[in-house]
C-alpha cells in the first residue's frame, strides 16, 4: 500500500516522514538533520532554501525570509504583523487583499512577494532533495495547527499547487500527536470500556495549542482544544533579549540592533542561552567579536522565569478551557504530554504542573 508522506510544517523547521516497516521514518536532509529550517533566502541570481538558506543567512540577512508560517493570510493591519514588523530584518508590505507581503529588492527590480510563494519554493525543494531521492511519491499529508483559519489552510494549498505536490488532507497537529502515542503505546495499552484522557501541550515557535482526548483500544476521540497564537517559544525571547540589550547597551556601549548581521546574532545568542537555561540554573550569555567586543553576561534561570511571568500566567487559562470544554475534570486526567520546542523551558512545566 501506496501511504501519503507525512510533513509537518513549522515556524522554525520542517519535518517529512514516510511509513515503511511498521513504523514512521523520519527523513534527513542534505546536512543529515531531520530538522529542515523554515527559511528561504534570495540571493544575487538565485534562490535557496533550508539548509543552503540558513548557510547563507548572514551574509543575506534582509533577503533571508523567516516566520513564514506566521505570513500565511496575516492581516497586514493585525497586531501579530505590527509585532512582526519589529523584529525581522525584511520589510512587510500590504498586497491585495489587505494580506501581508515581503518587499525584496531582486536583480536590479523592486518587488512584493506573497509568503505562498516562498512557502511553495521550500515545499518543493523538500520534495526534490530529501523525499525524491527516498520514495517516489507525490502525495503528503501536511499537518497544521488546529486554530488555523480556512483561509490559512487555503494558503497552504496554494503554496502546495506552486511546489507541484498533492496535498491528500490536512491533519491538525494535536491529532497528529495524539495518534502518534497511541501508535507508539500500542492498541493493546488501552481499554475499549475503560477511556483514558490523554491532555496534548504543544509549545510551538509561534504559538501554543491544548487539546483534551480520549483513547480506547480502537477509537481516538479529540474532546476540545485551545491556542494562543502570542504565546509560543519565540515570544518568550523577547522579554529575554530585551534585558540583555539594556544591559549590553549600558555596560559595553554598543548597540547591536544598528547592524543586521549584529543583530542575528545576538538573537542566535538569546536563543541558545534560552536553551541552555533549560538544563543549568546559571548560564554566560557570550558573543564573540560582536563590534569589536567581546561580551559575556551571566544570566540566571530566576531571571529569565521571572522576566516571561506575565506570559506564563496565561497557561493555566488555556488548560482550564480545555478541561471546561470536554466536559473532564483535573482528576479524570491520566496523562499529560507537553510537546514542542518550547516545552524544555522548566517555568512552563512548572506551571502546567
Given at each position: 500500500m501506496n501511504f501519503p508522506i507525512g510533513f509537518d510544517f513549522g515556524d522554525q523547521y520542517?519535518?517529512?516522514?514516510?511509513?515503511?516497516?511498521?513504523?514512521?521514518?523520519?527523513?534527513?536532509?542534505?546536512?543529515?538533520?531531520?530538522?529542515?529550517?523554515?527559511l528561504v533566502t534570495y540571493a544575487n541570481i538565485r534562490r535557496y532554501a533550508g539548509e543552503e538558506a540558513l548557510q547563507r543567512r548572514m551574509e543575506n540577512?534582509?533577503?533571508?525570509?523567516?516566520?513564514?508560517?506566521?505570513?500565511?493570510?496575516?492581516?497586514?493591519?493585525?497586531?501579530?504583523?505590527e509585532r512582526l514588523k519589529h523584529i525581522l530584518p525584511?520589510?512587510?508590505?500590504?498586497?491585495?487583499?489587505?494580506?501581508?507581503?515581503?518587499?525584496?529588492?531582486?536583480q536590479d527590480r523592486n518587488m512584493s512577494l506573497y509568503p505562498e510563494q516562498c512557502v511553495g519554493y521550500l515545499m518543493r525543494d523538500i520534495s526534490h532533495h530529501i523525499v525524491r531521492p527516498i520514495i517516489d511519491s507525490n502525495n503528503y499529508v501536511i499537518s497544521v495547527p488546529q486554530c488555523w483559519s480556512e483561509i490559512q489552510r487555503r494558503s497552504l494549498l496554494l503554496s502546495?499547487?506552486?511546489?507541484?505536490?498533492?496535498?491528500?488532507?490536512?491533519?491538525?497537529?494535536?491529532?497528529?500527536?495524539?495518534?502518534?502515542?497511541?501508535h507508539q503505546m500500542g492498541s493493546e495499552s488501552f481499554d475499549e470500556n475503560k477511556p483514558e484522557y490523554i491532555?496534548?501541550?504543544?509549545?510551538?515557535?509561534?504559538?501554543?495549542n491544548v487539546a483534551v482526548s480520549r483513547m480506547k483500544r480502537n477509537s481516538i476521540e479529540m474532546l476540545s482544544c485551545d491556542s494562543d497564537i502570542e504565546l509560543g517559544g519565540s515570544h518568550l525571547n523577547d522579554p529575554l533579549t530585551f534585558y540583555l540589550l539594556n544591559i549590553v547597551k549600558r555596560q559595553y556601549n554598543i548597540d547591536p540592533t544598528s547592524?543586521?548581521?549584529?543583530?542575528?546574532?545576538?538573537?542566535?545568542a538569546v536563543e541558545k542561552t534560552k536553551k541552555n537555561l533549560s538544563v543549568n540554573k546559571v548560564v554566560q550569555f557570550e558573543i564573540s567579536s560582536i563590534m569589536g567586543i567581546d561580551i559575556s553576561i551571566p544570566v540566571e534561570r530566576e531571571t529569565f522565569h521571572t522576566l516571561i511571568r506575565?506570559?506564563?500566567?496565561?497557561?493555566?487559562?488555556?488548560?482550564?478551557n480545555c478541561l471546561k470544554s470536554s466536559s473532564i475534570t483535573k482528576k479524570m486526567v491520566n496523562?499529560?504530554?507537553?510537546?514542542?520546542?518550547?516545552?524544555?523551558?522548566?517555568?512552563?512545566?512548572e506551571v502546567i504542573e
Open positions: 520542517c519535518v517529512v516522514g514516510i511509513y515503511r516497516n511498521n513504523g514512521v521514518d523520519i527523513l534527513s536532509n542534505q546536512c543529515s538533520n531531520r530538522l529542515t529550517p523554515t540577512a534582509s533577503t533571508t525570509f523567516t516566520h513564514l508560517k506566521r505570513l500565511l493570510a496575516l492581516p497586514y493591519t493585525s497586531a501579530q504583523c525584511f520589510e512587510l508590505v500590504e498586497i491585495p487583499g489587505g494580506f501581508t507581503g515581503i518587499s525584496i529588492k531582486h502546495a499547487k506552486i511546489a507541484g505536490i498533492n496535498v491528500t488532507s490536512f491533519l491538525n497537529s494535536n491529532t497528529a500527536a495524539a495518534l502518534c502515542y497511541h491532555v496534548l501541550i504543544d509549545v510551538g515557535n509561534s504559538a501554543i547592524q543586521q548581521r549584529t543583530y542575528l546574532r545576538f538573537l542566535e506575565d506570559h506564563l500566567s496565561r497557561i493555566p487559562k488555556l488548560l482550564q496523562k499529560i504530554l507537553v510537546l514542542g520546542g518550547g516545552s524544555r523551558v522548566v517555568a512552563i512545566r
